[in-house]
Nanobody, 127 residues
Framework: QVQLVESGGGSVQPGGSLRLSCVAS????????IAWFRQAPGEERKFVAA?????????HYADSMKGRFTISRYNARNTVDLQMDSLKPEDTAVYFC???????????????????WGQGTQVTVSS
């Protein structure tokens, strides 16, 4: 069993930055693939970024987030952060941390492959 707790959401003006954190407990963190997804009102949940487990050291991003978002993994602290810069109003959503094991690269962006989810943290970008 894995428990995920997100923090760091809030309100920010367009062009601003926020840093989200996801702390995992309950299982071998290094073996977990950890991802961030987001869901805006009335829309389906969408992949944001991920770090694969078991030594995977390559970050993966949704195309629209490349260059603005940075995912970082800190195994010693069981934490995965999402640094979000140059935020836009369309980035407004609830951001979820997700974790799973045995997720192959081609399935990384599929939320159905992740067994564990956090409660989510609201990010609002508005002037």
């Amino acid at each position: 069993q894995v428990q995920l707790v997100e923090s760091g959401g809030g309100s920010v003006q367009p062009g601003g930055s926020l840093r989200l954190s996801c702390v995992a407990s309950g299982s071998a963190f290094r073996s977990l693939t950890i991802a961030w997804f987001r869901q805006a009102p009335g829309e389906e949940r969408k992949f944001v970024a991920a770090f694969r487990g078991s030594g995977g050291n390559t970050a993966h991003y949704a195309d629209s987030m490349k260059g603005r978002f940075t995912i970082s993994r800190y195994n010693a602290r069981n934490t995965v952060d999402l640094q979000m810069d140059s935020l836009k109003p369309e980035d407004t959503a609830v951001y979820f941390c997700a974790a799973g094991t045995g997720i192959i690269l081609s399935s990384l962006r599929s939320g159905a492959r992740y067994a564990y989810w956090g409660q989510g943290t609201q990010v609002t970008v508005s002037s």
